[in-house]
């Protein structure tokens, strides 16, 4: 992902679906740290509304990484 930095976390669920699942907190922040690539893209090709969207998702994913802290 262009700028976003983000892996799945060590020993999450691979692609072909072997290995263990994420912990919500896992996925809240691999998720987070996707939506933070994904706005950034849609705001700079001009797709004010999509950012708007994946913003929206992104609070989300924030709050459920603070929630179980």
Avoid: C, W
Avoid at 39 to 53: C, D, K, V
């Amino acid at each position: 992902m262009a700028g976003s930095g983000a892996r799945p976390p060590v020993g999450g669920l691979s692609p072909s679906g072997e290995g263990r699942d994420f912990t919500r907190q896992e996925a809240a922040e691999y998720i987070a740290s996707l939506l933070e690539g994904l706005r950034a893209i849609a705001h700079g090709a001009q797709m004010p509304f999509l950012a708007y969207l994946l913003n929206v998702a992104l609070e989300e994913a924030n709050n459920e990484k603070a929630s179980h802290r």
